[in-house]
């Protein structure tokens, strides 16, 4: 089992950047494949990015492609999300996870973090 922790949410303005960060923790977790994903008020969680365990493979919701990249730090066991030219409908809480195997898919994920709340006013 992989243990994750998210940080880096906030509240900023549209335009603006954050950047998340996903610290996990566990046995063999840096050998997990590693994804993002968000859930809006009264909406299902949905896939915004995901990355390979060796950096070598990226996949991006086309809502976000061109705006956030997903990156990691193997040697920190942190994967990180640059979100820049926030928009309103990028407000959620964002949650990272982990499993064996890269996908797009919520439900083949097995470990989630608890998730941090990223606010873009309208």
């Known amino acids: 089992q992989v243990q994750l922790v998210e940080s880096g949410g906030g509240s900023v303005q549209a335009g603006g950047s954050l950047r998340l960060s996903c610290a996990a923790s566990?046995?063999?977790?840096?050998?997990?494949?590693r994804g993002w994903f968000r859930q809006a008020p009264g909406k299902e969680r949905e896939f915004v990015a995901a990355?390979?365990?060796?950096?070598?493979?990226?996949s991006y919701a086309d809502s976000v492609k061109g705006r956030f990249t997903i990156s990691r730090d193997n040697a920190k066991n942190t994967v990180y999300l640059q979100m820049n030219s926030l928009k309103a409908e990028d407000t959620a809480v964002y949650y990272c996870?982990?499993?064996?195997?890269?996908?797009?898919?919520?439900?083949?994920?097995?470990?989630w973090g608890q998730g941090t709340q990223v606010t873009v006013p309208s």
């Open positions: 996870a982990a499993r064996w195997g890269l996908t797009t898919t919520r439900n083949e994920y097995t470990d």
């Open positions: 566990g046995r063999a977790s840096r050998n997990y494949d």
């Open positions: 990355i390979s365990w060796s950096g070598g493979s990226t």
